[in-house]
């Protein structure tokens, strides 16, 4: 049950699908927050910038944003579920290009605090071709993923248990984006 009440039923919109319904001025803003930063057109596909948020969110043990945005990750890219599970088990020997690794370790560093991010990861990025927007792009997807987990945790949200449930609202992310559900 949510620390407050939602005005719902919390498993009817779960995590912060209820948190964005509960609070539309709020809610509105971050949803176009979340589509600018992992649907917008990017040198980084869609599959990619979902993974960093999924191994965010997993690094910060946010139940609900790890098992969503591992399914919308999952529905990008090749080979699914089994890539997405191998990059969160360890992204240093999962079968990812050299410059998402690198992407991933600035992430992973930017969750532990902005300072970690090092002059050396920079450079490890870009000499495995990274951009500067997809180095910018991937310390805003990792600090606002912060952002969002402590959202939906320091509130109490439900999370569904059933792979099922997070990948039938991948396929709704997929189409229609982070909006309003139509």
Same mark, same amino acid.
């Given at each position: /049950?949510?620390?407050?009440?939602?005005?719902?039923?919390?498993?009817?919109?779960? =995590?912060?699908?209820?948190?964005?319904?509960?609070?539309?001025?709020?809610?509105?803003?971050?949803?176009?927050?979340?589509?600018?930063?992992?649907?917008?057109?990017?040198?980084?596909?869609?599959?990619?910038?979902?993974?960093?948020?999924?191994? %965010?969110?997993?690094?910060?043990?946010?139940?609900?944003?790890?098992?969503?945005?591992?399914?919308?990750?999952?529905?990008?890219?090749?080979? =699914? /579920?089994?890539?997405?599970?191998?990059?969160?088990? !360890?992204?240093?020997?999962?079968? %990812?290009?050299?410059?998402?690794?690198?992407?991933?370790?600035?992430?992973?560093?930017?969750?532990?605090?902005?300072?970690?991010?090092?002059?050396?990861?920079?450079?490890?990025?870009?000499?495995?071709?990274?951009? !500067?927007?997809?180095?910018?792009?991937?310390?805003?997807?990792?600090?606002?993923?912060? /952002?969002?987990?402590?959202?939906?945790?320091?509130?109490?949200?439900?999370?569904?248990? !059933?792979?099922?449930?997070?990948?039938?609202?991948?396929?709704?992310?997929?189409?229609?984006?982070?909006?309003?559900?139509?």
């Amino acid at each position: /049950m949510a620390h407050i009440d939602l005005g719902f039923d919390e498993k009817t919109l779960p =995590g912060i699908v209820g948190l964005l319904r509960y609070r539309p001025e709020t809610g509105g803003p971050l949803a176009a927050l979340a589509d600018a930063l992992l649907r917008a057109p990017n040198s980084l596909s869609r599959g990619e910038r979902e993974l960093i948020a999924a191994q %965010v969110s997993a690094l910060n043990e946010c139940a609900f944003c790890r098992d969503s945005h591992s399914a919308v990750a999952a529905a990008q890219l090749e080979p =699914g /579920m089994a890539l997405v599970e191998q990059v969160r088990a !360890d992204p240093a020997t999962a079968p %990812v290009s050299p410059k998402l690794r690198a992407l991933l370790a600035i992430a992973a560093a930017t969750r532990e605090s902005g300072h970690a991010v090092t002059p050396a990861l920079v450079a490890d990025a870009r000499d495995a071709g990274a951009t !500067d927007v997809e180095i910018h792009d991937t310390v805003l997807i990792a600090a606002a993923f912060c /952002m969002f987990n402590r959202y939906v945790d320091g509130l109490g949200t439900f999370s569904p248990d !059933d792979p099922a449930a997070h990948a039938a609202s991948a396929r709704r992310i997929v189409e229609f984006g982070y909006g309003p559900r139509p």
